[in-house]
């Protein structure tokens, strides 16, 4: 079987990145005899991105097609894989970082185990490229949590995957708002196998996470995938319940000491620990209010101001 595959770069603010990418799969891909398009989403970049897209999808058309696609603003990386699927031609979809950290030549033992008949090929990483320690902390238990709630093993992977045209129908078919793209791609089913492969480093301009971004990226897809999260209110519990254990100490003491009122313990107690388990209750309840208030309001998970 020769398909077409369709590879999907969702590109954040990556002008000197746009031209790098092209070259490296068109020349692996060629030397392979893979027909295939590249679909850019630039995702509201705030530099040349779109410029360049228009370039390459201008000049380079031909046997291979090059596709562009811009969003109105920044809708982040799980929008960008959404419509690059939902405009995806090809018989395989390819989706992979346009900063290079996923190794091109990868592509091609994914489609040839595409065409064994494996209708899902998840790239997992075997290092995780450089990362600081705090970085590294977070993100492993963002995975213990995640793989808890989706029940997948979730510590290696990554959001670069081939999927079948089935695959992608099926992902794209999902209609909630809140999509984790590593998640759904696995959630799916389907005939599924990996590729392992190194996080390459980063070689012009930078990651497009901040700290922040980060926790909240975690805490969204938590929530989106399970019913097993975190959250302020939480936090703000938790902190409750470490001082009631402090003041439950003193209290416990006052009363063997004997300077506590008769019964008096028993109220401060029940008090405390009753009071932050409620207060956690609802911190988790107002989350899952916040994202079923966001589900309904059905608006596009992005929107295509310009397209190539
Ligand atoms: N990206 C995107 N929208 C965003 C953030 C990132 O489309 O809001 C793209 C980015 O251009 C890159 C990929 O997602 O192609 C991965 O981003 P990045 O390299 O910053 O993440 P890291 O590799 O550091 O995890
Ligand atoms: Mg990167």
């Not at 999808?57 to 603003?73: D, M, N, P, W, Y």
């Not at 004997?258 to 309840?285: D, N, P």
């Amino acid at each position: 079987m020769n398909g077409i595959m369709s590879v999907i770069l969702p590109a954040y603010n990556e002008n000197a990145n746009i031209e790098r990418s092209y070259t490296a799969i068109d020349q692996i891909l060629r030397n392979h005899n893979i027909s295939y398009e590249l679909i850019y989403i630039n995702d509201g970049s705030t530099d040349n991105t779109w410029n360049e897209i228009c370039k390459i999808a201008e000049t380079k058309e031909g046997v291979s097609q090059v596709a562009g696609i811009c969003f109105s603003r920044n809708f982040g990386k799980e929008a960008a894989i959404m419509a690059g699927l939902a405009h995806a031609s090809g018989d395989v979809c390819a989706v992979m970082d346009c900063d290079l950290q996923h190794p091109p030549e990868k592509l091609v033992e994914m489609y040839q185990l595409w065409q064994q008949g494996y209708k899902v090929v998840e790239g997992v990483k075997r290092n995780r490229g450089r990362e600081s320690g705090i970085y590294k902390a977070g993100a492993k238990m963002f995975y213990k949590l995640m793989t808890i709630a989706t029940k997948i093993d979730m510590s290696r992977a990554s959001d670069f995957k081939l999927l079948d045209k089935q695959v992608v129908n099926s992902i794209l078919s999902m209609p909630e708002r809140n999509q984790f793209f590593r998640a759904s791609s696995s959630w799916v089913g389907y005939k599924k196998t990996e590729v392992e492969f190194d996080v390459r480093e980063r070689e012009n301009g930078q990651s497009k996470w901040s700290k922040w971004s980060l926790i909240k990226y975690a805490l969204k897809n938590i929530a989106a995938f399970s019913t097993f999260p975190l959250q302020f209110v939480t936090v703000a519990g938790i902190i409750t319940l470490t001082g009631a254990i402090i003041l439950a100490v003193q209290t416990l003491f006052r009363y063997y000491v004997g300077t506590a009122l008769e019964g008096f313990t028993t109220v401060i107690l029940l008090l405390l620990i009753i009071g932050s388990i409620i207060m956690v209750s609802i911190g988790i309840l107002g989350y899952y209010i916040a994202k079923i208030y966001e589900e309904v309001k059905q608006r596009p998970v992005y929107i295509i101001s310009d397209m190539k």
